[in-house]
């Protein structure tokens, strides 16, 4: 009965990343090698503005193109045990199809109503990179990967950005990627005037992670970052994981978008279910020291969800409409203040 409800657990949260740990490698560089990702072709991004996924298409309220952009980086979604690679294969139908049907689906979606969704492909490093025993060639993978992200990121800027203004959004892998590109090309750049925000999430930020670019604390704030992790209401990690990912990180209020140290239901706009359905009015949050401690979801099959003790795997989808809401007031705020 425990092997056929866990089964079910993991049913219900299929789509979004999990975390596992492989023993199985290869040395790094003995890796099979993978086709680099070339952006100046359609088929090395998930998503473009004028190439989006038939699952995210119809949120396309307006298929005109916006004023703003957000450039997206998903988290890690190669875990299995016995996978020996260190980076994933783009160019397999069945990572393609899963990078549009969890993160780009449940999460870069959030961001669609307020800016042209760009969402390049990637090879991201296995999850065992976030294992200490791997370290080291964990590193090698990680920089492969944020070497297609930097690339895709060059090309965005010179052939699609037009001198607009963007959002970067990003995480767990996402957001390690993100923090280092923010460090290279926007952060005490010229390029950061035209930031209008950063949403750093699934990973811990600190308060000082840049040197110009802080931490936002109201809702219409714009130049800035918001981070977050989630995690049941009063559960915790293991006491090493805690110190490592979580306390110190900057901890934002992805509900009220303020200083606020709590928010009730009643001001929750809403949850994307796996049914791409809206729950609204779902959920309690409580901040505490890099933890964004959040009530069990009140959603079907809401009982499979009691033993889940983190919500690493719902970080963006149970503030879904919240993301969406707020990122639109950003971009408004940023054409306010600069005048367009």
């Not at 866990?6 to 290869?26: A, E, N, P, Q, R």
């Not at 298409?57 to 875990?79: G, H, M, Q, W």
């Not at 689906?105 to 307020?114: E, I, L, R, T």
């Not at 699934?202 to 992790?229: A, C, D, L, R, T």
Request: net charge positive; glycine share 4%; aromatic share 16%.
């Amino acid at each position: 009965m425990f092997k056929r409800n866990l089964i079910k657990v993991y049913i219900l949260l299929w789509f979004l990343t999990g975390c596992k740990i492989s023993h199985k490698t290869y040395d790094f560089e003995d890796s099979p090698n993978i086709e680099t990702p070339d952006y100046t072709k359609s088929d090395s991004w998930a998503v473009l503005p004028n190439k989006l996924p038939n699952e995210i298409a119809y949120l396309n309220r307006s298929n005109e193109n916006k004023n703003a952009d957000v450039f997206f980086i998903y988290p890690t979604l190669i875990d299995g045990k016995n996978q020996k690679e260190w980076n994933s294969n783009i160019w397999d139908s069945e990572i393609r199809d899963d990078v549009i049907n969890r993160p780009v689906k449940y999460q870069a979606s959030a961001w669609m109503d307020a800016a042209n969704l760009y969402v390049p492909f990637y090879r991201q490093a296995h999850i065992r990179v976030f294992n200490e025993k791997y370290k080291e060639e964990g590193l090698k993978a990680l920089d492969l990967a944020y070497g297609d992200i930097r690339n895709a990121f060059i090309y965005y800027l010179n052939n699609f950005n037009d001198n607009k203004p963007f959002i970067i959004a990003s995480h767990s892998q996402g957001t390690v990627h993100a923090k280092r590109l923010i460090s290279e090309f926007i952060d005490g750049k010229q390029l950061q005037k035209k930031l209008i925000a950063a949403y750093l999430v699934g990973i811990k930020v600190k308060n000082n992670e840049f040197k110009n670019i802080k931490p936002m604390y109201s809702p219409k704030e714009i130049g800035g970052f918001v981070s977050w992790n989630s995690y049941k209401f009063n559960k915790y990690p293991k006491k090493d994981s805690y110190e490592d990912w979580f306390r110190g990180g900057v901890t934002s209020n992805p509900i009220t978008w303020d200083k606020s140290k709590e928010a009730g239901k009643e001001l929750h706009k809403g949850l994307l279910y796996r049914n791409m359905k809206i729950f609204s009015n779902n959920i309690n949050i409580k901040l505490i020291d890099g933890i964004v401690w959040a009530s069990l979801p009140n959603v079907p099959g809401k009982l499979f969800l009691k033993p889940v003790r983190s919500y690493h795997f719902a970080d963006i989808n149970l503030f879904w409409l919240d993301i969406s809401e707020n990122a639109k007031l950003r971009v408004e705020e940023w054409f306010l203040k600069n005048n367009y």
